[in-house]
């Protein structure tokens, strides 16, 4: 039922209509919308957070199949480990075949993990041995490296003393990516198993 609107009786004006919100209506309107934008405020700061999350691990995660992708196909053509370091700064030598003015041609590379900067990087005509004296030689995989080792594998045994006593057959990438504006968050943890090919292995394509 619609209210009925006051009357207010007076000698000069006889009739005066009063129909509208009292100051406690008014009070109580505004603390109701001010709670609904709060709610609101809220819910909107919530996803522009939750899309900013996913957004970096997004592109941690492509950082990291990026330099995976790398890696695979370098590890998978090699012919013959030079040196390693199965350390907490692993590094890898090794030869491989490229092609060169036209000819194939044995080359060496290295991969090397660097803790202090936390970056992965490739280096082509490596030396034997890959430590801080070398480090600004190499080119950068990818950045934002948490933890990365190299496991091999001949078969289901794993080589763990360097120099093997045969050659692996395949070996194992880790790879822990943290995101550059958060780095005290969740690592992101990447791994990959590389079959070799052509090291002479016992099931390689040289044997």
Request: with cysteine; hydrophobic share 40%; aromatic share 8%.
């Amino acid at each position: 039922m619609r209210k009925q609107p006051s009357i207010i009786r007076s000698k000069n004006h006889p009739t005066v209509c009063q129909d509208g919100f009292t100051l406690i209506e008014l009070i109580a309107s505004l603390a109701l919308l001010g709670l609904l934008a709060a709610i609101f405020g809220m819910g909107l700061v919530s996803a522009v957070e939750s899309y900013d999350f996913s957004r970096g691990n997004t592109q941690v995660a492509q950082k990291s199949q990026m330099a995976m992708s790398r890696m695979i196909r370098e590890l998978s053509e090699s012919t013959r480990i030079v040196n390693l370091n199965i350390g907490s700064d692993p590094f890898i030598v090794y030869e491989r075949l490229q092609e060169v003015n036209g000819r194939p041609a044995t080359t060496r590379w290295g991969l090397h993990f660097n803790s202090a900067d936390q970056r992965v990087r490739l280096y082509e005509n490596s030396p034997d041995q890959l430590d801080g004296a070398t480090i600004d030689q190499g080119d950068v995989l990818t950045d934002g490296v948490q933890g990365f080792s190299l496991r091999y594998f001949q078969g289901s045994a794993e080589l763990v003393a360097w120099p093997f006593t045969a050659a692996p057959s395949t070996i194992q990438i880790t790879l822990d990516m943290v995101r550059p504006d958060s780095p005290s968050s969740q690592p992101q943890h990447f791994t990959t198993l590389i079959y070799l090919r052509n090291n002479r292995n016992d099931g390689g394509a040289l044997r």
